[in-house]
């Protein structure tokens, strides 16, 4: 693998709000601040998947930078504020912003859409940004949401991102949500969870049929991945090793030579 | 600016702890001169070779490595064979043979299955070695390197032992999509112990790596199922956040009626 490639890759896993924390150990190792230029690529492609934050120009709000709000050359645009922007991928920083009107047959649908998801988003993310785009040639429209948490201070990261394909068209709504959590305590441990949603949206497919639909997907798959947590537990986890053996006593190191495999062991078990 | 070590096992703390041993295998290939340092204290999931004299499994670390073999605990051979490969002192190595049949109990009773490896190597004042033990199920796997010395002192020993325990856990289903739980986990700890002769040490070792493999199990439970879990309803809410914030304000309005 190629010195750029294996430093990509690096990138693409660095951990929900790790990335200035990945970039500067890599600087570190190789001994070379200007890596960066190298990494812009990398640094681009990571943005764009993981919906970075970016804070508007001369404003507060912190919008999604994607693959759906890019206009090419290092701009985006956000439809809310309809504004465009320069973003630096390599400094996580926004400028020369400039105001930009979303040119769509739906744009009624797209303003609707991003009210509905954004009273979605309030009654059950903490913290998160949405975004609504319209998207391949305007037959389809994207939405997102990106939650984020991070304590650094207690050794734990955490993302949920949710993106997803509505066709007006048909009613259709085809999508992802991905869960990427990191514990860096005395350790490294990581869940990453990626699940495909593809469903109907009901009603007459306006925003707040949309949104019900992207809710009852939402909630369904974390009730489903708090089952599997305890699906693991109960299972893998406990076949790998057990708590304590068979007996329930620990082991009499002393007399470990007098255990004989298959009899006192497990008391005769299966 | 920090040390490039200190920045690389920094790394690898992020990394997808999956990828570890190809993340090594990188960061060697950036800075060649950390490939020592590296070897020594990342700990990768272990491989398994089999003993051609014995037919049986035995796992392969850098304590048992010279070159591209691997000696066997069961019959200190090297697989593949060698010329004058290192193997331990004749004391060291019946003490070997002790500890490979207690910790091969110790496996059966709390694994049920997998494999056991136990190495030892003399040193000046005393002598070190690694317990490894490895099991996988459909669904998971654990991975335990238990890093030990003893220096001998009158009538007792101290031992200093770290701990590592790698644990992969993962499904896959239609409803549920993918789900990849994967990391690690390091405990140290030191301990002075009576010792009466070299059947001691095997029951000292087998006692401290029996009270740390229980306390690591207790934390991996903890922090995959509990943590992790805990985070996930951190960033989305099931109830509606406008009820639960109600349930609060509720709350608050008895305790202040209830302090008046």
Known sequence: MSRTSALSAFVESAPPGELGDVTKAIKNILGDDAVTHELAPAFEKYNEEQFSLVKLPGSNAEVIVSAYNSLGDGRYYDTESATSFAYDHTAGVGSDARSYTVESENKELLNALVKSLRSHGSEHYPAYHIGAYPTTSDTQIALLTVASKYSPANYWNGRWRSSYLFTPSASTLTGTIAVDVHYYEDGNVRLLTKKEVNTKVGGRGGAADVVKAIAQAERAYQEDLNKAFGGLAEGAFKSLRRQLPITRQKIEWEKISGYRLGQDIGGGRR | ?260
Not at chain 2, 132 to 157: C, E, M, P, Y
Not at chain 2, 218 to 229: H, R, S
Request: glycine residues 6%.
């Open chain 2, 1 to 260: 600016m920090a040390d490039p070590i200190d920045s690389a096992l920094d790394l690898l703390r992020r990394l997808n702890p999956k990828d570890v041993k190809q993340n090594v295998d990188h960061i060697i290939e950036l800075n060649p001169s950390l490939e020592e340092d590296l070897l020594e204290s990342v700990d990768i999931p272990l491989s398994v070779k089999k003993c051609s004299q014995t037919k049986r499994d035995f796992l392969c670390c850098d304590y048992n490595r010279d070159g591209d073999s691997w000696r066997s605990p069961w019959s200190n051979n090297f697989e593949p064979p060698i010329e004058e490969g290192v193997t331990p002192s004749e004391r060291i190595r019946k003490m070997e043979i002790k500890a490979n049949e207690a910790f091969d109990v110790y496996r059966e009773l709390y694994f049920e299955g997998g494999i056991s490896s136990v190495y030892l190597w003399d040193m000046d004042d005393g002598f070190a070695g690694c317990v490894l033990l490895k099991k996988a199920v459909k669904g998971g796997s654990w991975d335990s390197i238990h890093v030990f010395d003893a220096q001998d002192r009158a009538r007792t020993a101290h031992y200093k032992l770290t701990s590592t325990v790698i644990l992969s856990l993962g499904t896959e289903s239609d409803a549920l999509g993918s789900l990849d739980l994967s990391g690690n986990m390091v405990r140290q700890v030191e301990q002075d112990m009576a010792v009466e002769d070299d059947g001691s040490h095997v029951v000292n070792i087998g006692k401290m790596v029996e009270d740390m493999e229980l306390k690591m199990r207790n934390l991996l439970q903890e922090v995959y199922f509990g943590k992790a879990k805990d985070v996930v309803g951190d960033l989305r809410s099931i109830p509606p956040l406008s009820q639960t914030n109600r349930d609060r304000q509720t709350q608050r309005e008895m305790i202040s009626s209830m302090n008046r």
